[in-house]
């Protein structure tokens, strides 16, 4: 069972923090904050890692190299590159080398590589020899959390420096896949178009404060809010100015506005600097997942009308194929932020578009048909009200003449 961050005892501590005029929108900040169990995440982001891996070696008809994403600084660090020397692949360092001893983010995936069922593949540590003589069809890259993308391309763009990878890749015979556990709007949007990615695949949507589906009015008072009561502004956005609201339990990153990490003196922490308080994840248990607000979304993409009857579609389902409409209605290019708006996995977002595609509501290019507008206007109508009357009370049953 969801947990929302404003009903502990931390949330409701932190929330103090601030003036009784900014507690709304902090308290609605606090709610859109993602806390996910590594434990849990971890069974996740295998099953998919399976999936992804099982329709590689299908579609892709050859063998894949799987192995974890290395963060630039490591990847330089290891192979005691100069500052002006770009990695490449085989050349000056060696793919997943070190790994295991890793005990951060790139430890825990390289482990979860290591422990997957993936019958066939050909494993993080190897060469350009072996990846030529078993004639390789896939890469696929893991990782946990994606917030930029910047490390997820830069590692790719290590491995494609290569020339020997380059050139198959140039003649189509190898492909580049990624597949994380979370990935935010803005990465998910940059690695769909990197030169170096062929495919993405994640379990969840990272959210950050900029892609919020929230009206802009909101999104610049919660950004005002950070800035404000942040103790250093340097850094008050998080790291390169993220604002990420995506975290696991275990370790917060660096990347979520500075409010929500930073302790002193008349301060009252959600996190202790990079950990999660003891208290905290037992009261969290599991996860810590925003609720999509269909209303607010709504009214962030202009659909006021919509908005005010969003309420009356009993079933959730409802709820959500007419407010992954409205967005489409705004913005066709928009089936990419569908899990992001609407708190969804990638597979259920995929599911969402599918059937929108199939009810014929939507084209193949993400535009609302006449169709689709049907029902966006037939959401919009008010519920119809009936005025009780009291009529007296009769001496005998009353029976109906008719059914009519």
Request: hydrophobic share 40%.
């Amino acid at each position: 069972m969801s947990v929302k961050l404003s009903s502990t005892g931390r949330g409701l501590s932190w929330l103090e923090n601030f003036p009784d005029e900014s507690r709304a929108i902090a308290t609605q900040l606090l709610d859109a904050f993602m806390l996910v169990s590594w434990s849990d995440a971890r069974i996740e982001l295998r099953r998919r890692l399976e999936f992804v891996y099982n329709s590689a070696v299908s579609q892709r008809k050859g063998p894949a190299w799987v192995l974890p994403v290395m963060a630039d600084e490591d990847t330089r660090a290891m192979a005691d590159l100069d500052r002006g020397i770009d990695p490449v692949a085989f050349e000056n360092f060696l793919p997943a080398s070190g790994i295991s001893s890793t005990p951060g983010s790139e430890g825990a995936v390289g482990n979860l590589v290591r422990d997957s069922v993936l019958r066939g593949a050909i494993g993080p540590k190897t060469d350009i020899e072996e990846l030529r003589s078993k004639k390789v069809r896939t890469v696929i890259l893991v990782t946990d959390l994606v917030e930029s993308g910047s490390q997820v391309e830069d590692f790719a763009a290590s491995l494609l420096r290569n020339t020997t990878l380059r050139s198959w890749k140039s003649g189509r015979w190898i492909q580049t896949w990624v597949v994380a556990y979370a990935v935010s709007q803005a990465a998910q949007e940059k690695l769909e178009s990197s030169p170096f990615i062929d495919k993405l695949f994640f379990v969840a949507s990272a959210p950050a404060i900029e892609s919020l589906p929230w009206p802009r009015s909101s999104i610049t008072q919660a950004q005002l809010l950070c800035m404000e009561h942040a103790r250093r502004k340097v850094g008050a956005m998080g790291y390169k100015g993220h604002g990420g609201l995506f975290a696991f339990q275990e370790r917060p990153p660096n990347t979520s506005p500075a409010v929500f990490r930073q302790t002193g003196k008349d301060w009252s922490p959600l996190f202790e600097g990079r950990r999660t308080p003891d208290d905290l994840q037992q009261e969290l248990r599991n996860v810590s997942k925003p609720e999509t607000n269909h209303a607010l979304t709504l009214t962030a993409v202009y659909q006021r009308r919509l908005s005010a009857n969003i309420e009356r579609q009993f079933r959730a389902d409802n709820q959500v194929l007419l407010t992954a409409l409205a967005l489409l209605l705004r913005d066709p290019t928009a089936p990419g932020k569908i899990a992001s708006a609407l708190s969804l996995s990638q597979t259920a977002a995929e599911a969402v578009i599918a059937f929108l595609h199939r009810m014929g509501w939507v084209t193949d290019d993400g535009f609302v048909t006449e169709a689709g507008r049907a029902e966006l206007r037939a959401g919009k109508r008010a519920i119809r009200r009936v005025g009780r009357k009291n009529y007296p009370e009769p001496d005998a049953p009353y029976y109906p003449s008719s059914l009519r």
